[in-house]
T-cell receptor, first 113, second 114 residues
Framework: QKEVEQNSGPLSVPEGAIASLNCTYS??????FFWYRQYSGKSPELIMS????GDKEDGRFTAQLNKASQYVSLLIRDSQPSDSATYLC?????????????FGQGTELSVKP | GAVVSQHPSRVICKSGTSVKIECRSL??????MFWYRQFPKKSLMLMAT?????????EQGVEKDKFLINHASLTLSTLTVTSAHPEDSSFYIC??????????FGPGTRLLVL
């Protein structure tokens, strides 16, 4: 089992819809969780971080964390064609390990006009 | 957000030469930086963890004599690809930690070895 798993996609949604991106992780001791967006040919950029169970909202983005189920998700409301990118889930498996992250393989999102 | 720069953004070199890539944290001090490489359509592969004032920690399978890392100050880490070969052609990305162990990425360096 991979340490951080994501569906590779591509996930295709129409413009204006909600895009739901999912991620599971294997280390139950994981403390911090991150979502990055990577456009083709560019480096990753941070979208959200989440540390506690529940939801965290930032604009059109909502991160959801369920540590009991070892599951973290990212919802994108009112999806726009500019949201088309690969979304990387990253997990810090143990606190105080210098911030080293384990990345999923990424989910490619395509938002159709 | 924290800003990380990389230089150069793109480099083409001949096989056998060495290439140095710089990674700078512009508005914060970073005791830890990371170096990744990424092949097309693939995820990030961590190469090494760079700590200011100490030797880098390399991931399994990464040749430390091939990929020399120096973290001479709290704002600068360098990656030198020595005796580069075509198979070293890749997208190299650094990141630096700011705040609560959040990694911020540089824009990346695209290396092409002919």
């Amino acid at each position: 089992q991979k340490e951080v798993e994501q569906n590779s996609g591509p996930l295709s949604v129409p413009e204006g819809a909600i895009a739901s991106l999912n991620c599971t992780y294997s280390d139950r001791g994981s403390q911090s969780f991150f979502w990055y967006r990577q456009y083709s040919g560019k480096s990753p950029e941070l979208i959200m971080s989440i540390y506690s169970n529940g939801d965290k909202e930032d604009g059109r983005f909502t991160a959801q964390l369920n540590k009991a189920s070892q599951y973290v998700s990212l919802l994108i409301r009112d999806s726009q064609p500019s949201d088309s990118a690969t979304y990387l889930c990253a997990v810090n498996p143990m606190k105080n390990q210098g911030g080293k992250l384990i990345f999923g393989q990424g989910t490619e999102l395509s938002v159709k006009p | 957000g924290a800003v990380v720069s990389q230089h150069p953004s793109r480099v083409i070199c001949k096989s056998g030469t060495s290439v140095k890539i710089e990674c700078r944290s512009l508005d914060f001090q970073a005791t830890t930086m990371f170096w990744y490489r990424q092949f097309p359509k693939k995820s990030l592969m961590l190469m090494a963890t760079s700590n200011e004032g100490s030797k880098a920690t390399y991931e399994q399978g990464v040749e430390k004599d091939k990929f020399l890392i120096n973290h001479a100050s709290l704002t600068l880490s360098t990656l030198t690809v020595t005796s580069a070969h075509p198979e070293d052609s890749s997208f190299y990305i650094c990141s630096a930690i700011a705040g609560e162990e959040t990694q911020y990425f540089g824009p990346g360096t695209r290396l092409l070895v002919l």
